[in-house]
C-alpha cells in the first residue's frame, strides 16, 4: 500500500487552522488533491488557500 502522507497532511492542516482561526467541517484527502469544508475566521479565505497549498506543494516536492 502506497502513502501518501496523510498524517502529515493532516497536522500541517491543524496548525494552519488553528492560527488563521479558521473551522474546518469536513474534509477528503486523495492522492492527488484535497477537499475541504471551511469556516472562516479572522483571515480572508485567499490567505488560508494559499497558505494551504504552498505547504501542500512543499511537502509533495521534499525528498522522501
Request: net charge positive.
Amino acid at each position: 500500500m502506497r502513502s501518501y502522507g496523510g498524517i502529515e497532511r493532516l497536522e500541517g492542516l491543524s496548525v494552519i487552522l488553528d492560527q488563521t482561526k479558521t473551522h474546518c467541517w469536513a474534509f477528503a484527502l486523495i492522492p492527488n488533491h484535497f477537499h475541504l469544508l471551511l469556516r472562516t475566521g479572522r483571515d480572508p479565505l485567499a490567505q488560508v488557500m494559499r497558505r494551504l497549498l504552498t505547504a501542500y506543494v512543499k511537502q509533495l516536492k521534499s525528498p522522501v
